[in-house]
């Protein structure tokens, strides 16, 4: 038998280090212990010992043989750096910096410890710090894959998400197989609203490391912004076959599952996400959504309570919580969430909404108390009275009653921020200002009234020689609170920029990004949603414009002002528009379709175009009522169907209309007399007639329609003039008394704009005959009560019966008082030559 071969302790050291870097970490851990029973006092050992027990979680021992390592030779600067590597995983960040410091003292030139240094500094949220720490290692080395990697993670969450992008790039061309990378990339591409080339980022990692839970769940997350809510699920659910207490996995689940109206799957997944991560805010909020959607409001104030219990500051828990107990009849209670939402996010525009209804329905409770006189100021809190926002909620409030309204509208006119405080200065020119170009004179705002047509007309107006518009409803939110502030933070000169950022669709119409809209909507998808990604002659084409065309003509236009606020750079927006699109014609009216704007965006504009006049598409109220809320009926979603109604019941009647030259064409006589109805609508908007107003464009391309009606045909382009919808019967959501109310709420628009004939005894009667019909359900509301199967006495009790029942009953007492409603909109007077 041979003699056992023995080595010396150099060697057992080598041998060990083979085995180390080869991955097999119980051989080199084997070899490493039985060197140290013959000398406990190999510092280079103890510090290899303790890296296997970092590199397997057995942390705190990590620290333990690394600091003895360090204690026989404190100058092993890899050491230094690993014990760093061990108290980061600990949690101990600044006991980790301070050994990234001393492994560096010792050996600047440390790429890896300048890299190790940012990243426990990126955990400390000191991210100028990381950065530079990354680029200390990237110029020692500059093909550090890692640090590229880690320096775009730091890029990411200070917000540079295109530098970030450029970092990945580097990383995966040193590394093509970098799979973390690659995830990465696909984050911040995510983040840019660039989805499908996020998909495909998240699918190279998998192709790479197909156990990737984390690439599995953000694939997820980015299939769920593109709407592929199935594809997410399954995608979540392969992260969680790997990693089964991937709590974060478990919620993102959720939501898909919520979103797909899975609502008891959804509370399955929110549990198992709690059952492994118990403090986890998000998921009880959300938890608390999917109880409040199947109608469990007490459960669901209870969640909401845990997550404001675990983040106090979380908003959307406190704004959520708000409408449960909205919901729930506890108005006050209501008031109050929603005020705190808002004391944390003063822009929170959903809150905000939710706070306007809320304090008119319990205005309207205490009005039903017999505290009329006092009603209406009682859901304006002190906490409210003192936000910059007070004057637009007491007209909103105003409006309500019409006699009101006029002061109310101009005290809030007044409140708004002053322009001067908004405008920005031309300064810093390449050259002298020329002559200010000539840009166009006009401006006519369209507003919404249900399913009437607004969008027709919008496109058959398109293509007119002398009227600029954009497509669809993408600038409807440009006077929203916020955007011009959002916009103009870095100057004029980046104004253009940010601008394309906010509205991102219309300079893609395929983007995913949601653009400044109306409150609660999500506007994701709007160009695929308006129909505006399936245009031309072959349906095969998506609207686009040059972006970096677009801000250099915008850019040249206001070097030739002094100064530039949100009316002039409306008109700036349309210049420069035309002029990337090559239009030849001077377009002297501008068309903006600003569709249902909140109250501060309305009076904003109004404030900001004086010389405004104001258009409105309408239809047989009755009919485009029960149109307008089909969808929310057949839903049963209560929220959006009483405000659907509501909406319609108040836009007919609006201060704007006295304030300023405002008209309603009919539906009915656009599609009937086309002729006469455009000639008459040219008249009044003071352009010629053009045979292009009987061609539904989008920006001058072939447009199929809107998808959303039940007209559309994927084969076959809608005919602008076809009278199919105003032939469709009503019946579907409204019953023969339903109509009886509404109609006489809605008689004196029907009566002028000739939809039914005067009749003014029965009027009266018909008005004291449905009085006590307004403290009731109506049909359709007892039928969704009962798919819900809730007491019809619980659903009176709900905020949003109030809300609705407050608003038919202030309808039905301007009636009572004036007979009409005072600021009616007018008829669009029709000609016939």
Known sequence: MPEQQTLTIQQAIDLAVQHHNAGRLPEAESIYNQILQTDPDQPAVLHLLGVIAHQVGKNDTAVDLIARALALNPDLAEAHSNLGNALRDLGKLDEAVASYHKALAIKPDYAEAHNNLGNALKDLGKLDEAVAGYHKALAIKPDFSEAHNNLGNALQDFGRLEDAVVSYGKALAIKPDYAEARNNLGNALKDLGKLDEAV???????????????????????????????????????????????????????VSLQDLSKLEDAVTSYRKALAIKPNYAEAHSNLGASLQDLGKLEDAVTSYRKALAIKPNYAEAHSNLGASLQDLGKLDEAVASYHKALAIRPDYAEAWNNFRLAAKALSFSEAQKGQKENGYKKGLSDAVRATADFAVLEYYLAKFRPHEADKAAQKALAALPPKVDEELLIDGRDHEPATPPALADKLIGMLHFGRSGTGLLHSLLDSHPEVSTLPSIYLRGFFNAGVWNKISADGWRRLPERFADEFAVLFDANSPRSTPGIVGENSSLLGSKEGMTTVGEGRNESLSLDRDQFCAEALRLMENFTNVDPALFLLVVHAAFEKVLGTKTKKHTVFYHIHNPNDFSKLNFLRYAPDARLLMMVREPIQSCEAFVGKSFLENNYDEFNQAILSMLFAIDQVAF????????????????????????????????SPTLYQMTAQGKKWWGDPSSPDYDTNKAMDPFDRASIQRSVGSVFSEQDQFVLGTLFYPFSVRFGYREPDPAAFEKDLKEIRPLLDELLDCEKMMAEKVQIDPDQFKRSGNWLLLHAGLMDRWDVLNEFKDYPHLLSPLRITVD
């Open 658 to 689: 006295r304030m300023r030259d405002s008209v309603g064409v009919r539906l009915e006589d656009l599609k009937t007399k086309p002729e006469a109805t455009l000639h008459s609508l040219c008249t009044w908007m003071d352009i010629k007639d």
């Open 200 to 254: 495909t980022g998240y699918h190279k990692a998998l192709a790479i490391k197909p156990d990737f839970s984390e690439a599995h769940n953000n694939l997820g997350n980015a299939l769920q912004n593109l709407g592929r809510l199935e594809d997410a699920v399954v995608s979540y659910g392969k992260a969680l076959a790997i990693k089964p207490d991937y709590a974060e996995a478990h919620n993102n689940l959720g």
